[in-house]
């Protein structure tokens, strides 16, 4: 039988694989979107603001720990081009590198 091989954080191999059909797919946190919200909460924290948390997380530990979120995406080979490319984490001459013909969807 077939394993699906699949990764996360979208590094450029793995955007490589999946456009040549050798990897399933990738999970893609978009780093624009990361830093925008992560300079937003150093705002408010370094205005002695305490940022409000989207919700909190039991450790186990006894303590609640505020968690942020942000929506990871799941890039296939159908919208390669309308996430990890549209974005420039990566061009689309790196990512088609190795194959012949890019995948549109």
Known sequence: GK?????????IGSCQK???GT????????IARLAA?????AVIIANG???????????RSGSMIPFFMEEPKSVFRNN???????????SAE?????SPTPVKK
């Open 23 to 30: 990897q399933l797919m990738t999970v893609y946190k978009p």
């Open 37 to 41: 919200r992560a300079a937003e909460l």
């Open 49 to 59: 603001e305490e940022p409000i948390p989207d919700l909190y997380v039991d450790n």
């Open 80 to 90: 390669l081009d309308s996430s990890v490319i549209r974005d420039g984490f990566h």
């Open 3 to 11: 394993v699906a091989v699949v990764g996360q954080d979208a590094d």
């Open 18 to 20: 999946i456009a040549e």
């Open 94 to 98: 790196d990512v088609y590198r190795n």
